[in-house]
């Protein structure tokens, strides 16, 4: 596989033991999942479901680490641990967050993308 920017695909390599197929199916995987999670987040704000929102932060950021998506792992666990803190929350901060998270997907999910 080509060299990228925003994933690091050495861990799914390694698991792997070469198997491109099964790292194909893993970020097919990924790219496909991805927005509902996104798409779950946002729903859940407009309901002020906070712990939907640290949940499925905590998913993503699980996920994206797996992918080799730093950036949007960390954008992921921004959004979780900021979501613990009920009594504390803002919801213009949470909506920066948010974008971000969509951003860091979209920047991993183009670069993945090539590599199918």
């Not at 987040?41 to 906070?50: M, N």
Request: proline share 2%; glycine share 4%; hydrophobic share 40%.
């Amino acid at each position: 596989m080509a060299n990228t920017q925003y994933i690091n695909l050495n861990y799914l390599q390694d698991i792997s033991g070469g198997d491109e197929e099964f790292v194909r199916d893993l970020l097919e995987t990924f790219v496909s999942n991805s927005p509902q999670d996104i798409q779950i987040i946002t729903d859940a704000l407009a309901a002020h479901q906070w712990d939907t929102i640290w949940k499925m932060g905590h998913k993503l950021k699980s996920s994206s680490k797996f992918m080799g998506a730093e950036h949007m792992a960390e954008a992921a666990a921004e959004i979780e641990c900021y979501c613990k803190q009920v009594d504390k929350i803002e919801i213009p901060h949470i909506q920066i967050l948010i974008k971000n998270l969509e951003q860091q997907f979209a920047l991993a999910q183009t670069e993945i993308q090539g590599l199918l």
